[in-house]
């Protein structure tokens, strides 16, 4: 997959387990689907959106008995910068 990530143009400190292509983007990791949405709405100047790591509470790491912890999904290409911070799935 460490080839496919670089293909794609993710940087390395924005990695996360989960890669997909949507519409002309880069997913990668457990992007809330609200920030997916906002993403294809508005169709930034970018390569993809990253949620970094396996936040505790995102979207496919929300567990019974696991408090979520706040995190944010990135913007990347040509620049990366803060898309927005989430709670769970919901943008706080």
């Known amino acids: 997959m460490a080839s496919v990530k ?4 993710i940087p390395a400190e924005l990695a996360s387990c989960h890669t997909a292509e949507v519409d002309g983007y880069v997913i990668e990791g457990h992007a809330p689907a609200v920030a997916i949405h906002r993403l294809l709405a508005e169709r ?6 990253a949620v970094p ?3 505790a509470g995102s979207p496919g790491m929300d567990f019974p008995g696991i408090d979520p912890l706040p995190y944010e999904a990135f913007l990347f290409g040509p620049a990366t910068r803060t898309f927005g911070r989430f709670l769970g799935s919901q943008e706080i």
């Open 6 to 9: 670089q293909r794609l143009g």
């Open 44 to 49: 930034p100047k970018a390569r993809g959106l």
């Open 53 to 55: 790591g396996m936040p």
